[in-house]
């Protein structure tokens, strides 16, 4: 069976990022850029599931600007098949990559989009979900085990009180959660391999699907910083403090 | 117009997240009424029906909605649509994970995870794990939120009388099933409605050293939270973790102990009162937001401040 893996380039989860003085936005230029960490966690596990024999092609989905090209073959490193970059320069906001992907999937016929529960960049955790509804198939969100067997997944999640299970039919989106796995990392040999595989290019009008913003954002700003605190010097001086001045316990 | 406010429960009681909700939806205006689907959820329902400032509440109790699966709740969400300006549910994992599914099938945005609301159309959501703050104004007829509960207070539960009407369930959607649930018991107070919490990181080194924390938590009534390291070392379950991508706690009281402080970190517990840091690093970037630091061996310290409380 066919896998499709969506993965967005995102500000890399090391860099602190700075709010723009004008207040647009935050500083994106000359700041290191990075595959999704949730996406290369959907990569690897599609690339277990190839190398268990179950899934036949993996095929990684880019929606952005043409570095995104990069995070693709990223992808194809870890083990994707082939890719396809939906190129635009524009915003695109998830409810809009979710028609994108509703396109391609139509056209691929996969058995399973495994997408990441959240970017690190506008941490929507939607796109998944809208996914599903759109395609009318079943989702089993933040994922930390993915069984497949017999047209259904058995897909294990992480939900506020613990743990829970879920069996879910086939063709069906599964969304990563930290546990899922830990992704590989790329070889060299697997990089030149990478270079050589096939990455087609689109864009949204060919796929017939506009991605004009449905939020408009008016302004981004900085968090309120917290006051520098105190150090102390030993525990006494900590229950004192948390006694007397925080007056907290 | 009305806000439909999307009730999260367990059959049995109605959990704390809703009443943030509810807060939200005062602050946006208009008459609010609650749905509470669920099975054999009739006292859910009837407390739901005390809390101050609902008109509504709307009950479908089948057993198909036993458990939350994204796909029934979605579809009986979107078929009571209509006439609705706003749905709101709290973000939590049941909320994050059937709401976008709601705001696909109405070909509506969602907002995820507000903390403040501006007016009917325009919220305030953290992105980039908190490090900045973006107020969005939403075009769309229909608004399909979540609702950050740090940034809501907790409206009250009780002194309304609000209307219980019964409403048609949709149809069993019969795509998912639930085959088991692994559900992590403790005896303290749940990690989002503690007023204080201990939490523990890598330095910890153990499950078993999570002893000490237990102690610490027990002697304040804590809850007990951890950082990602922890929990994929396994020492804690999942469902402690704390930050970007796990629970965003605001308690009076934060204790992180062996945690260095990571920017993932923070965007789940920075909104805390009060912040006490205890690393054996005196160069740890917690101590920049901790009100109180203190540097010393987390397995000296802990049971010297359990002793002293
Ligand atoms: C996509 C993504 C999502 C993430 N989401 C989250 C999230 O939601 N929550 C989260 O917490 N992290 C998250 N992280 C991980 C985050 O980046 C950090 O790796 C993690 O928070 C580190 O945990 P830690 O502070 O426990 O471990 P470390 O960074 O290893 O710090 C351990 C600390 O313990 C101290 N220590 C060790 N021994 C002792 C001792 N005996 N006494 C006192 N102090 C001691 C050390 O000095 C050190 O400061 C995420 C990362 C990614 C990439
Ligand atoms: N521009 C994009 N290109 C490819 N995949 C995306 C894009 N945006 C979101 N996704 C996928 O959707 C997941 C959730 O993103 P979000 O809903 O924006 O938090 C990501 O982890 C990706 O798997």
């Known amino acids: 069976m066919k896998v499709l893996v969506p993965v967005k380039r995102v500000v890399d989860y090391n860099v602190k990022v700075r709010v723009k003085a004008d207040g647009t936005g935050v500083e994106t230029a000359n700041v290191k850029m990075s595959m999704n960490p949730f996406d290369e966690i959907a990569c690897e596990e599609a690339v277990r599931l190839k190398e268990a024999g179950i899934v036949t092609e993996i095929v990684a989905v880019s929606i952005g600007p043409a570095q995104a090209q990069e995070t693709l073959r990223t992808a194809l490193a870890i083990g994707a098949d082939r890719a396809i970059l939906v190129e635009t320069a524009a915003e695109v906001q998830p409810l809009a990559v979710a028609k994108i992907l509703q396109a391609i999937a139509q056209a691929e016929s996969p058995q399973l989009v495994i997408l990441g529960k959240q970017a690190i960049d506008d941490d929507s955790n939607q796109t998944g979900q809208m996914l599903a509804a759109l395609l009318g198939w079943p989702q089993a969100t933040f994922a930390s085990k993915v069984k497949i067997a017999e047209g259904n997944a058995e897909v294990t999640r992480e939900v506020d009180g613990g743990l829970e299970t879920l069996s879910i039919r086939l063709p069906a989106i599964v969304t990563t959660d930290l546990r899922l796995n830990e992704p590989r990392y790329v070889t060299l040999p697997n990089i030149m391999k990478a270079k050589k595989k096939q990455l087609d290019v689109t864009r949204p009008e060919a796929l017939g699907v506009d991605v004009a913003p449905r939020l408009k954002t008016l302004k981004v700003e900085e968090p309120a910083k917290r006051k520098g605190g105190v150090m102390v010097k030993d525990v006494a001086d900590l229950v004192a403090k948390l006694k007397n001045e925080a007056k907290v316990i | ?309």
Do not use: W
Request: proline letters at 4%.
């Open chain 2, 1 to 309: 117009m009305a806000t439909l406010v999307i009730a999260e429960h367990d059959n049995a009681g109605l959990k704390g997240a809703t009443l943030n909700a509810v807060s939200a939806a005062q602050n946006i205006g208009g008459p609010i009424h609650l749905l509470v689907a669920g099975s054999g959820c009739g006292a859910v329902a009837a407390a739901a029906s005390t809390i101050p400032g609902i008109e509504k509440v709307r009950v479908v109790d089948a057993p198909h909605y036993a458990h939350p699966l994204a796909e029934n709740l979605a579809a009986l969400v979107v078929a009571l649509a209509p006439g609705y300006s706003h749905i709101l549910a709290p973000a939590t994992t049941t909320g994050k994970n059937f709401m976008p599914r709601v705001a696909a099938l109405l070909d509506v945005a969602q907002v995820s995870d507000i903390v403040a609301v501006i007016d009917a159309d325009t919220f305030v959501r953290p992105i980039y794990a908190g490090n900045a703050l973006a107020t969005v104004q939403s075009a769309d007829a229909v608004k399909v939120i979540t609702v950050r509960s740090t940034g809501f207070d907790a409206t009250a539960a009780s002194g309304g009388s609000a209307a219980v009407e019964t409403v048609q369930a949709a149809a069993d959607a019969g795509m998912s099933r639930l085959l088991g649930q692994e559900l992590t018991r403790s005896a303290r107070p749940e990690l989002t409605a503690a007023r204080i919490i201990v939490s523990g990181g890598r330095g910890m080194g153990s499950g078993e050293n999570f002893s000490i924390l237990e102690a610490l938590a027990d002697r304040l009534g804590a809850a007990v939270g951890a950082s990602r390291a922890a929990v994929d070392s396994g020492f804690v379950p999942n469902d402690y973790q704390v930050g970007q991508t796990g629970k965003v706690v605001a308690p009076e009281l934060y204790i992180a102990v062996g945690i260095s402080g990571a920017i993932q970190h923070l965007a789940g517990m920075k909104d805390s009162k009060v912040i006490v840091a205890i690393n054996k690093d005196g160069e740890a970037p917690i101590f920049q937001i901790a009100d109180y630091g203190l540097v010393g061996d987390l397995f000296q310290v802990v049971p010297e401040l359990t002793a002293r409380l």
